[in-house]
């Protein structure tokens, strides 16, 4: 083949090639110059940031998305903005494919769980302060220490202390003096007992148990020493006192609770507290032991306001007969509250940003407009909606935050400026 034939070959295969990347142009571009529903195409966006235009199909230059249609109807993909007050109409199959569902809301009292976590305290009218009455000194000690089991009487340490021999000798002359019986004045009844009853409540006030009291009774022996004991059967949650150790008047030496009742002290927060009613039974539970008790919200004191955690501290009340709860155990609280009739809504259902709270409600024609709420209180996976919506309205529970996507696509290609030519 010629030269020349040759250069004419070429020359045509590169005019049909342009004539059939022409017309192929031709089509997408008439092909995609109306909506399906016949609207006229204004430009496209890009889904990702719908402030970029363009006035031809194609891609998104920073991340590669197929650019959608902004129709004249300002309606894109399957969803159009109502011409009249911006709500949102989707098609029923849109509906179904993208997972939009409303269910219609009405006022009506329910109940709910209150997740809390407690801490173990020792019930304050089983626990005991046991102090030092005199000056004086440790002079022996028993092995008792934190966390031990002690019985009632049961020898805690021996207090020496010199200055305790007057009033014993005191207790023992006002002993022989009653039990002689006298001197007695015929006009002062009683007096010789009274005199005894102030020296027995002397050394009570000393630290000396009923039992050394009765011990020098018997033995009418003036002792130095006196013999600390526990007031109480328990266990002792804390030891403050080592052998030898120096005392002074009021110290404390020991503490002793009795763990067969303890308190659950839980945190309220919010407006949870106006919930909870005295003697309202709750689950109490140590999840790492495997334990679980029942508790009961204190009758005779409400939640009570804590400054440090700007918070209420709930009390309740539990039978600990194996003394499986310890003081400052950690635990779960699940406690059954009722809440009063109120229009509730899930919490997918809300929309929040800031300070404020929407939800999308369906109307009568099919199109979801937004609407501005006032929360209440939230339990579980329900939000109480205070103000906003009446019982009746079509809520949208799941799929909210794609019209919310959409809507603030809309609103920012709104805002956008047009392209330029």
């Not at 269910?103 to 173990?120: D, H, I, M, N, W």
Request: net charge positive; charged share 25%; glycine share 8%.
């Amino acid at each position: 083949m010629s030269i020349p034939k040759r250069l004419a070959l070429v020359s045509f295969l590169v005019i049909a090639a342009i004539a059939v990347a022409g017309w192929s142009w031709r089509g997408r571009t008439q092909a995609a110059a109306s909506s399906p529903s016949g609207a006229a195409i204004l430009y496209y966006v890009d889904p990702m940031h719908p402030a970029y235009r363009s006035d031809r199909p194609g891609t998104a230059p920073d991340c590669g998305m197929r650019l959608e249609p902004v129709y004249a109807d300002s309606g894109r993909s399957g969803a159009r903005a109502h011409p009249a007050d911006g709500a949102i109409r989707v098609a029923a199959d849109t509906q179904r494919l993208v997972g939009v569902r409303a269910q219609p809301v009405e006022k009506t009292s329910t109940t709910a769980t209150l997740r809390l976590y407690g801490r173990v305290a020792a019930d304050e009218t089983r626990s005991y302060r046991v102090n030092a009455g005199i000056d004086g000194y440790i002079g022996a000690i028993s092995t008792v220490t934190t966390g031990s089991r002690v019985e009632n009487g049961e020898w805690l340490a021996t207090l020496v202390a010199p200055d305790a021999a007057t009033p014993i000798q005191a207790y023992l002359v006002a002993l022989d003096a009653y039990e002689r019986g006298t001197p007695r004045p015929s006009d002062v009844p009683g007096l010789v007992d009274a005199g005894l009853q102030q020296a027995t409540d002397r050394l009570l006030a000393f630290g000396m148990s009923r039992a050394q009291i009765a011990e020098i009774k018997r033995t009418r022996v003036v002792q130095s020493a006196i013999r600390i004991a526990s007031p109480a059967a328990g266990f002792a949650i804390a030891r403050s006192v080592t052998a030898g150790e120096k005392i002074a008047s009021g110290q404390e030496l020991f503490r002793i609770a009795d763990l067969r009742r303890v308190w659950i002290l839980a945190d309220l927060v919010g407006r949870d507290a106006a919930f909870v009613r005295a003697g309202t039974i709750a689950d109490v539970a140590v999840p790492e032991r495997g334990l679980t008790r029942r508790a009961a919200v204190s009758r005779a004191v409400p939640p009570q306001f804590d400054a440090a955690t700007q918070s209420a501290r709930l009390r309740l009340e539990a039978d600990n007969p194996d003394a499986a709860l310890r003081p400052d155990m950690l635990v779960d609280v699940r406690l059954g509250v009722a809440l009063p009739p109120a229009i509730a809504v899930p919490t997918d259902a809300l929309l929040e940003s800031g300070l404020s709270a929407r939800v999308f409600v369906e109307r009568a024609d099919g199109a979801f407009e937004a609407r501005d709420v006032q929360t209440g209180w939230r339990f579980g996976d329900r939000v109480e909606i205070v103000r906003g919506l009446a019982a009746g309205d079509r809520v949208v529970t799941s799929g909210a935050f794609l019209l919310d996507s959409e809507s603030r696509l809309r609103r920012d290609a709104a805002a956008a400026p047009p392209p330029v030519p």
